[in-house]
Structures are given as structure tokens and as C-alpha cells.
């Protein structure tokens, strides 16, 4: 761990009065509803703007959301995209039946889209994007996803933001009343504590990745790339109470 923010006299906030107004991309799939969830049972998430292609049915007072159809092109936008410090970056698509081509544009390009505007405009903003364990840094290896990920990973980081961390997770347990929540990850989410004991590497429950998220912006962390022991560790120090938002 980094250690946590001191007040500078550039006027960075200190981690006892640091609020996070937070954008949510893919608040309709299983990892942005209940990293949104996270995020709006949060004490230290201030506001959430989701953006997504259609809306994501959730009410909350610190929730606000666009309807924004187009996810490489937000000049008609960027208006509303000023004054945030966190994206929490949860659009993916499955690799099974796309070429390389296809994988990338939607991969790799679209978030690169979205990320380069933020960078432009929240130059205080931290970048959390959801990757997935096995990803190839090196960008050389034989499985496309990996390597397309891994780019995606390696150029994010490039960006001029304040702070860019790829969160690796491998399987992921749901939170109870997701509606969005694979049918797999329902399933095997009953024997998680058995996966949690035989692949520790591996695993982690949807509500310690929202934890990591906020923490990652709250006090940074000393690794970029986040596997899931350090996903787990900043949630076990990040830990909420609150019942969730979906199940109210």
C-alpha cells in the first residue's frame, strides 16, 4: 500500500476528507451492477454518473445517468464528464466467436475512446479498468483476449491521468439480488467459499472488486496491475456494512 493522501498545498484532499464522484461504464452488465452497487452504499462516494447505451433502472439520489448511444464518440457529452476523479471502467465483451479485429475494436478501441476524453478532462481522476486474470502484458503471447487486453492494460497507463489500475479478477461471486448476474456465477457462487480455499488466486466476490475500486482512488496502491490477493486485501481493508442498494 502507498500509504494514504496528506493535504498538499495544491489543494489535493487528504484521505479524511477526499469524496469520489465517480463515472460508471457498463452499470447493465453483472461487474458494473454490483460495482455500482459498491459505489452507491459507499460513505466516501460522494456522487455516480453511469453512462450506458440504455438505462440501468436503479434509483438512488447520488445516481445520476446519460443514455449515450455512441461508445467512440462523446463530443456531444463532454460537457457533462468534467468534475469527476474516478471511472470505474466495467464494459467487456466476450472473445468466444470474434477474430482479432472485432475483439480489438471492441475491447481496445472503445476504451481507449472513453479514457482519452476523460484524461483530457478530469486531469485528477483515477482509472479503474476491469481486465481479467491472465491478461499478457507483454502483448506478444498466443491467446488474442490476453494480448488484446494486455495492450489495452499497457496504453490506459500511458494516459495522463492521475492514476491508471488494471484489476485482474478470475471468477467472480455475484452480490445477493444482482439482476444481471450470469447464470454460471450464480451457481458456482454457492461453493465460493470452497474456491476461495482451493484457487485463492483466482477468485473474488464482486463486492471486494468495488471495494478495491474505491480504495485504489482513496490511498492508491503500489502496483498498477491488481490480481485477485490484492483485490481481496484492499477490500478486507475497505470493508463496508451496508445492506445492498439491488436487494433494498
Known sequence: MTGVFEMRSNGEESKS??????????????VGEGVLDVA?????????????????????????????????DYSSIEGQLRGFNACF???????????????????????????????????DMTFCYVSGTGTDSSEK????????KGKTENHLMKLLFKAAYALRPGF?????????????????????????????????TLEDLGLAMVGVVREGYSRQVLENPDIAE???????????????
Not at 17 to 30: D, E, L, Q, S
Open 40 to 72: 452507491l452504499r459507499h460513505p466516501d462516494v460522494e456522487s455516480v454518473l453511469v453512462i450506458g447505451r440504455k438505462p440501468c433502472n436503479v434509483k438512488h439520489e447520488r445516481l445520476q445517468e446519460i443514455v449515450h448511444k455512441d461508445f467512440f
Open 17 to 30: 476528507t477526499m469524496k469520489i464522484r465517480a463515472i460508471v461504464f457498463g452499470a447493465t452488465g453483472m
Open 234 to 248: 484492499l477490500a478486507r481493508l475497505g470493508k463496508i456494512h451496508e445492506q445492498p442498494v439491488l436487494s433494498s
Open 89 to 123: 471502467f466495467c464494459l467487456g465483451v466476450s472473445s468466444v466467436g470474434k477474430k482479432e479485429e472485432e475483439y480489438t475494436r471492441l475491447t481496445y478501441d472503445l476504451t481507449m475512446s472513453a479514457a482519452t476524453v476523460l484524461a483530457k478532462l478530469n486531469s
Open 172 to 204: 467472480i461471486k455475484p452480490i445477493d439480488g444482482q439482476k444481471h448476474a450470469y447464470g454460471i456465477s450464480k451457481v458456482l457462487g454457492a461453493a465460493y467459499p470452497l474456491l476461495k480455499t482451493l484457487f485463492p488466486k483466482y477468485v473474488c
Open 141 to 148: 503471447g498466443r491467446v488474442m483476449w490476453a494480448r488484446v
